[in-house]
């Protein structure tokens, strides 16, 4: 009997943008993230509590959570992700406005928090296991997802002089991140007119390097309006039943560390809390299949 796994390829939808966008200040990031279908707004900068921004939330049937309400932990926002995950809503879009803020102040409190004994990358450490859980959950809601980022200097080599010097401009956030999405753009600002560069895309819609207007119509008209608008669907956690019998599982099952931290992070997880029911039921096969 083989052990190959592979199956034949299926067809597969875009669904949901799963997307960051960085830039200077003032090129229009947060104004075109508000223009997607009924935004569920974290504003971690406190900046879009200003009246014309709270007005074009609205008018894009949005609601609205500031740092007052706990924008800036790691653990609120996740929270919050979790329950547009399970709960029924009428929400399409989640937004993190900004994620370079939300990802400094993790690694600020800890800086904090270690003092003297913070050395080798130490500080960073929380903050980018908020962000790895961040981007889990962001790959199992089923909305539109957009992280909206500061923008930095990009170093390198002069290919005339070798001298290093600014060769463009990346996100200020966990370098990471980039690789985990399937698309990230650039806006800049040139004249009147706003500007989207594709720095990195995996859709056929949104070429390397590719240029278009900052407006949620051409966006739409490139990736497909019906998928953005699309209803959303919740996940179902598992039941009690399931984790319960999970655990009776693991109490008579010889299982090892190694292999537990496989099936979590190939499901997403951190606990078995967060499972979904199939997730549930195919762990419960596994752990029985051992038994034999």
Known sequence: MTKLKAKSPDEVLPGKTKGMIFGASGVGKTWFTLTFPTPFYIDTEGGADLQHYQDRLKRSGGVYLGQRDGALDFNFVIEQMQALATEKHPYKTFIVDSITKLYQTAIANEQ????EKDAFGASKKPAIAGMRRLVNWAQKLDMNIWF?????AEW?????????TEIGRVPDVWDKLIYELHLTIQAVKRGPARIAIVKKSRLLGFPDLDQFPLEYDD???RYGKDYIES?????TFATAEQIAEITR??????TTEQEIEKVWTKAGVESWNELSTEQATATVAWLKKKLQ
């Open 156 to 164: 390198g080599a002069d290919p005339k002089s070798g001298q290093r």
């Open 231 to 235: 209803a959303t669907h919740q996940i």
């Open 112 to 115: 904090e928090r270690l003092g």
């Open 249 to 254: 599982l693991l109490s008579v099952v010889k």
């Open 219 to 221: 966006f739409a008209k």
């Open 148 to 152: 909206v980022a500061h923008e930095m």
